[in-house]
Structure formats: structure tokens, C-alpha cells
């Protein structure tokens, strides 16, 4: 069964303290990993689109890398607002896209 | 250009009633989808569907039923509301055939209590 797993569920950092958020995933066939930012009372908005394993994607402050197995959020120097819920998803063979339960990051000034 | 648009935006409900919420994307994007969001355990995908005339179950199907006569709409029902079904609903679409790219455009959400 195709599982996306992220953690940690939450995380507080101090604005310019660098940190990862993480994305495990067990899926029959990887099309693609998607990271996605979602405000309080929004719906998510699309951040990235990683497809084989060692690609690597940046904007701003983010930037995405994927191995076989896991995918990790780097976030260099945040600021306040980059306080937000961070979701990852899986497409596997098929057109099913699967979410993770998400990462929660708070950063405070 | 509005994106995807979902209608009611709030909805309160009793056991056993049914409702339709709606999402139309004016994008003309061929892949359309239903999840739904509870705390703790992220969008789960209800219904998708890849072109007019075509849909298909995601992981939580029971108790939603789907249709797609148009391109632009992907109406969502519930034919008799549970507790269970108490949730944020979020419609999205994609620009690419069969979902492919994982570029979803979502609406603002559907925040939906079954009492």
C-alpha cells in the first residue's frame, strides 16, 4: 500500500535558525514527490515536483531533495513568514496523489 | 481569472440529509479531484476524476458519490450525512492529463459539521 509519512508533526524555530522538515514514502513505482505550503483557512499551494531520486529544487528560502526513500524540506534562515503547514505527496503509477499528515512550522521572531 | 471555486464555503448538516458541494475551475484542466481534510491526518482523496465522463475512487469513497458531465464542474454528494463526515472538503485540479505532475490547484475549501 502506497504511505507517505512526514515528520516532525511540528516544529519551532527561532527566525534565521535553519532546519529540515522530512518526507518518508513507500509507493509501487514513483512518479513524482510534490511538496506543498498551506496557510491557516486556505487550500495548499504548490511548491515543487521532484521525479528521480538526487533531483533538487529551490525558491527563496526552500529547497527540496528526494532519494529512493525520503524527501527532505530545507529551510535556511527562516522568517515569520514562512510559518506554515508543509505537506508532501506521492504520485505512484496510476493518477492517485497520496498526502502526508503534514509538518506544522512556526517561527518566531 | 478565478482558479477553482467551491460552494458553500460553510454547511451545517443533520444526520441523514443530503447535500451537494460544488467546484467549477474555469482553467480547463482535465484532471479533477475531492479530498478531505481532518486534523492530524492530512488530505485523504475521496474521488478523481481524469476528463468529462470519467471518474474513478480515491482511498475514502464510502459514503460520496462523484459525476463529471462537464469539464469545468465536479460536484461532490453525499447522499446521507454521518458524523463521521465532519470535515474541510477541498476540490483541486491539475493542467496535466491524468494528474501527471502533481501541479494541483486548489479551492479555498468547503468546511462542512454533520450533527
Known amino acids: 500500500e502506497d504511505q507517505v509519512t512526514q515528520s516532525p508533526e511540528a516544529l519551532r524555530l527561532q527566525e534565521g535558525e535553519s532546519s529540515s522538515l522530512n518526507c518518508s514514502y513507500t509507493v509501487s513505482g514513483l512518479r513524482g514527490l510534490f511538496w506543498y505550503r498551506q496557510d491557516p483557512g486556505k487550500g495548499p499551494e504548490f511548491l515543487f515536483t521532484l521525479y528521480s531520486a538526487g533531483e533538487e529544487k529551490e525558491k527563496e528560502r526552500l529547497k527540496a531533495t528526494l532519494t529512493k526513500k525520503e524527501s527532505f524540506l530545507h529551510i535556511t534562515a527562516p522568517k515569520p513568514e514562512d510559518s506554515a503547514t508543509y505537506l508532501c505527496?506521492?504520485?505512484?503509477?496510476?493518477?492517485?496523489?497520496?498526502f502526508g499528515s503534514g509538518t506544522r512550522l512556526s517561527i518566531r521572531p | 481569472n478565478a482558479g477553482v471555486t467551491q460552494t458553500p464555503k460553510f454547511q451545517v448538516l443533520k444526520t441523514g440529509q443530503s447535500m451537494t458541494l460544488q467546484c467549477a475551475q474555469d482553467?480547463?484542466?482535465?484532471?479533477m479531484s475531492w479530498y478531505r481534510q481532518d486534523p492530524g491526518m492530512g488530505l485523504r482523496l475521496i474521488h478523481y476524476?481524469?476528463?468529462?465522463?470519467?471518474?474513478d475512487q480515491g482511498e475514502v469513497p464510502n459514503g460520496y458519490n462523484v459525476s463529471r458531465s462537464t469539464t469545468e464542474d465536479f460536484p461532490l454528494r453525499l447522499l446521507s450525512a454521518a458524523p463521521s463526515q465532519t470535515s474541510v472538503y477541498f476540490c483541486?485540479?491539475?493542467?496535466?492529463?491524468?494528474?501527471?505532475?502533481?501541479?494541483?490547484?486548489f479551492g479555498e475549501g468547503s468546511r462542512l459539521t454533520v450533527l
Open positions: 505527496a506521492v504520485q505512484a503509477l496510476g493518477t492517485k496523489i497520496i
Open positions: 483541486a485540479s491539475s493542467p496535466r492529463q491524468g494528474g501527471g505532475g502533481g501541479e494541483l490547484f
Open positions: 482553467m480547463n484542466h482535465e484532471y
Open positions: 476524476s481524469v476528463g468529462a465522463g470519467i471518474t
